[in-house]
């Protein structure tokens, strides 16, 4: 029997964001649709399939993605795979995989494959369908057509439906090893691996996207703020922060919040051990209710992300907020 004969008609490749999933899942496609794979279980990278690949139009393969991601695959050359790290992005594009794009696939799966008897389909993230396609998708998956593989790439499983999940053959991408995924930034020429891993929670690509320079002083520069509530001006970084990207912002902030919280409770900080000092000092005046308390108003605007907001006014809110947890309840803002 050929691999083609005892594949599902689902797989279902599970795990943190920034890890790679997207690119094992792209080149297990390729494999599966080259004609002439290596033994090491890699596609040959020669032939017309292969071919095909490289100029992003293999006629028995598709990509399903939110139509903002394309947009930022195609401004950036790569797919981010972690929400906090996407550049701008255009608001009018939709986060969603959509219902019109997996009534789409019809056409594709009824027609004959090309070379292999075998057609692909890429969802990535499938957790970006919303209910809809998610319905529409559960249909082609309960009576699967033949010669037809889904992959679906997911960050957050729990958040699929079910049926869905229970359909798809199950694949858990484990986090790389920490001491490798140092040495592969370092290969990467990344100066700061330590700390780019530790910002990206441990998962290697995405750590890379964060290692952009420019990016990294934004983040020290609100970091720093974060570190001093003696100088923290909650109007003025608010007025500066609406010049990045608020969606950052919110990440880095989060991250502080956690690592404060974290060492309050366990000596520890998980996301900025290089500021492990200043928060030490904070983690000792700030109330620990107050702080989870911010975390929720974090939390909530960030859930609020995708819809239009005035960035400056969410900020000034939040600053202020963060202002009052750091600073004694006595001392007046002026
Ligand atoms: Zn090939």
Known sequence: MSTKETLPGALLLQGRGGIGKFHLAYTLAQTLLCESPLDSGEPCEHCGACHWFKIGGHPDFRLLEPEAQNAVADSTGETAEQEPIKKAIDKKASQFITVAQ?????????????????????????EAMNVHAANALLKTLEEPPPGTLFILVSHQPQRLLPTIRSRCQKINAPLPGRAEALQWLREQGVAEANACLAQSGYAPLAALQLSEKEYQLKRNHILEQLGAPDRFDPLTLAEQGDKMELAWILNWMQQWVYDLASIGMAGKARYQPESSAEMNRLAKTVNLIELFRFQQELLTAQRALHHPLNNRLVLE?????????????????V
């Open 102 to 126: 997996i009534r789409e696939l019809a056409d594709f799966i009824n027609l004959t494959t090309h070379r292999n008897g075998l057609r692909i389909i890429l969802v990535h993230p499938a």
């Open 317 to 333: 809110q939040l600053f202020f907020s963060y202002w009052q947890l750091v600073n004694r309840q006595d001392a007046a803002y």
